[in-house]
């Protein structure tokens, strides 16, 4: 479903990413993980066109990306979740997440300022789509309250049902568990694989590597913009290069290093 093929980034003289290559296949959970500053954020943004490539190329179902804005990206069928929680924390729980439809509802001015037929019908069955979204997250009983009373961890459920609004093909998602205690992990984790289940494509990135053995088919590792292994979680837990990449140092990713060692 998703390709990358010698993709590198430059910021001035700084080589964030070289040569990266992967490939994320139809109706799969794909992990990419690495240490901090590997360039695993950079990653994303560049498939979903708020950075451009320095070089190589980015396909998803067989179409280049390179140069297309971020809402045409959603237009085909890419939905993303962000590091930095960014939801609309006046407005409630509900609203939030049909503000993710706004891709796929299509009733024009006229039918907005005068709230014709067609208008109410689209918001109505935008209204009740959102519902059910929140009830795959454990929201639904929230689904009026203001997003910004939510506890941390619901505010991450909340974005990634919002993600899933925008109907996506494939479903990016940036660190989801980052902030999380270990009862919200385990309960997000029973979503996502259930999500999973639903005929999505799933591209996670996440530090917390007892979460990403849990749920990914497959896992690319990156490491000082390059990667470094690729394959199923037992072969990634046992690659020597991914055990020096995390435990070979001073690394302050307490979640990744204990879940590594746990894991190997």
Request: hydrophobic share 45%; glycine share 10%.
């Amino acid at each position: 479903m998703l390709k990358l093929d010698q993709v590198s980034k430059r910021f001035g003289g700084l080589t964030v990413l070289q040569d990266v290559s992967f490939a994320v296949p139809v109706g799969t959970v794909f992990g990419l993980i690495g240490p901090n500053g590997a360039g695993k954020t950079t990653v994303f943004n560049l498939i979903t066109g708020l950075l451009a490539p320095s070089g190589g190329g980015i396909e998803f179902e067989g179409r280049s990306l390179v140069g297309v804005k971020p809402h045409q990206i959603t237009r085909r069928g890419l939905g993303r979740t962000f590091q930095n929680i960014r939801i609309f924390r006046d407005m409630t729980l509900i609203e939030n997440v049909v503000v993710g439809m706004h891709a796929k509802l299509d009733y024009g001015v006229p039918s907005l300022l005068f709230a014709l037929p067609d208008f109410r019908a689209q918001e109505r069955r935008a209204r009740e789509r959102a519902f059910e979204l929140l009830s795959w997250v454990g929201l639904s009983a929230k689904a009026g309250d203001i997003a910004d009373n939510l506890s941390y961890g619901d505010q991450r459920k909340l974005e990634l049902a919002r993600a899933l609004a925008t109907g996506p093909k494939l479903l990016l998602l940036d660190e989801p568990v980052a902030g999380m205690n270990t009862a919200e992990k385990v309960e997000l984790m029973a979503q996502i694989a259930q999500i999973a289940r639903r005929e999505y494509t799933i591209f996670m990135i996440e530090h917390d590597m007892r979460f990403v053995m849990g749920l990914c088919e497959r896992i690319a590792v990156l490491n000082f913009g390059r990667i470094i292994a690729e394959g199923k979680p037992d072969e990634i837990k046992t690659n020597p290069d991914v055990i020096e990449a995390y435990l070979g140092r001073d690394d302050t990713d307490t979640d990744a290093v204990a879940g590594l060692r746990g894991q190997a």
